[in-house]
Structures are given as C-alpha cells and as structure tokens.
C-alpha cells in the first residue's frame, strides 16, 4: 500500500468515525477519585508557580486534539504564554476553540521498588483569548521574561522585545478549573515548600 492510499484510508476512517466520537455531547468531567492524593489549591498554585513548562492541550472544530509543551506564567490567577505571531497549528486551534488545558508535571520520580510514580501534577482548563492591547501585551511579555529568565535583567529584556517583541503574541488564560494530585506528596512538597 503506497503512502496516498494509506492517507485516503486513514482519511475515510477519521471520517467515519467523526460523527460518532462527539455525537453525545456528554462531559466526562468528574470530582477526583482518589481523595487522599488530591492537593489543596495553595499546593497546586505553588506547583504552577514553581513549574516552568506546561502541557496545552488544544482542539479544532472537528474535535480534533493537539498538545504542545509551553512556558507559561502565572500572574493576578491566570495563566499566560507566548507563541510565534506566524501562527502554527496552536494559535489555529486557540482561535477556533478558546476552551483549553494545561497540564503541569512538578515531580515523576519513577518508584522501581513500589512499581510506581512518585508525582505531583496539577491539571488547569480554563478559556484563552489574545492579548491585544500592544501595552498590555509588552507588560506581559516583560514578565515572562522577568519569570523565565530572570538573570538576563530588566534592560536585555525590554531591548529583546524592542527588537522582535511584533513578532510574538501572547495569550491568557482564565482557570474555569484547577486540580491537583500527588503521591507521596511529602517529597515534593516536604522539601521544596517553604
């Protein structure tokens, strides 16, 4: 089977199966199942604050999924990171559907001995829009880069975006939701918070 018939059959299949993966319409969302791991909402902002990078996970109109690592921030309770003003297939998705999740790994410590995860996660949904405003938007770009990059100083960075700052835009997150959860979560927290 050469590449165009695999691509037509993968095609019909993800046709086919469209109108049937969505159809209900139902949400799956729930209250945490296991209790003695969930994190209070302090423990989750400071895992947030305290994680550089992020999963956002994205969809199209055609409920079509798509992940991609991000740095985001947190500033006043949302959630804000940047991306290439040429676009890509994130800024398309957040264009067509503002709904969206992101996905915050703070510590995976594989427990060979347990046949377990030594982790602390927390998981935000919420609605994203862009940021506009060209004031707002360099204030929040600064602030990335104060919180990401913190040894390049205040002057490289404002030099950095008078530079290329058009090129980049940044989007903000409004938490609908915010989860957490650990285990063994006196490892991470036992140490680091403080």
Same mark, same amino acid.
């Given at each position: %089977?050469? @590449?165009?018939?695999?691509?037509?059959?993968?095609?019909?299949?993800?046709?086919?199966?469209?109108?049937? *993966?969505f159809?209900?319409?139902?949400?799956?969302?729930?209250? %945490?199942?296991? #209790?003695?791991?969930?994190?209070?909402? !302090? !423990?989750? =902002?400071?895992?947030?604050?305290?994680? $550089?990078?992020?999963?956002?996970?994205?969809?199209?109109?055609?409920?079509?999924? &798509?992940? /991609? $690592? /991000?740095? $985001?921030?947190?500033?006043?309770?949302? @959630?804000?990171?940047?991306?290439?003003?040429?676009?890509?297939?994130? +800024?398309?998705? @957040?264009?067509?559907?503002?709904? +969206?999740?992101?996905? =915050?790994?703070?510590?995976?410590?594989?427990?060979?001995?347990?046949f377990?995860?030594?982790? *602390?996660?927390? +998981? /935000? *949904?919420g609605?994203?829009?862009?940021?506009?405003?060209?004031q707002?938007?360099?204030?929040?770009?600064?602030?990335?880069?104060?919180?990401?990059?913190?040894?390049?100083?205040?002057? *490289?960075a !404002?030099? &950095?975006?008078? #530079?290329?700052?058009?090129?980049?835009? /940044?989007? !903000? +997150?409004?938490?609908?939701?915010?989860?957490?959860?650990?285990?063994?979560?006196? @490892?991470? =927290?036992? #140490?680091?918070?403080?």
């Amino acid at each position: %089977m050469n @590449l165009l018939h695999r691509s037509i059959l993968v095609s019909s299949f993800a046709a086919s199966v469209a109108p049937f *993966a969505f159809a209900s319409g139902t949400s799956t969302e729930r209250e %945490m199942r296991r #209790k003695d791991r969930q994190l209070t909402e !302090e !423990e989750c =902002f400071y895992l947030i604050r305290h994680t $550089p990078h992020a999963v956002l996970s994205t969809t199209d109109n055609s409920g079509t999924p &798509y992940g /991609v $690592p /991000v740095t $985001p921030i947190l500033l006043n309770g949302k @959630l804000y990171f940047h991306c290439s003003k040429a676009g890509g297939r994130k +800024v398309d998705n @957040l264009r067509q559907n503002e709904r +969206v999740s992101l996905c =915050f790994i703070g510590k995976d410590d594989i427990n060979q001995k347990e046949f377990a995860v030594d982790f *602390a996660s927390v +998981v /935000v *949904a919420g609605t994203a829009k862009e940021i506009t405003d060209p004031q707002e938007l360099r204030k929040i770009q600064l602030e990335i880069c104060k919180i990401h990059a913190p040894e390049a100083g205040a002057k *490289a960075a !404002e030099a &950095y975006f008078d #530079k290329g700052g058009k090129g980049i835009t /940044v989007w !903000e +997150v409004t938490p609908t939701k915010i989860s957490g959860k650990s285990r063994n979560k006196h @490892l991470y =927290f036992g #140490k680091n918070k403080g």
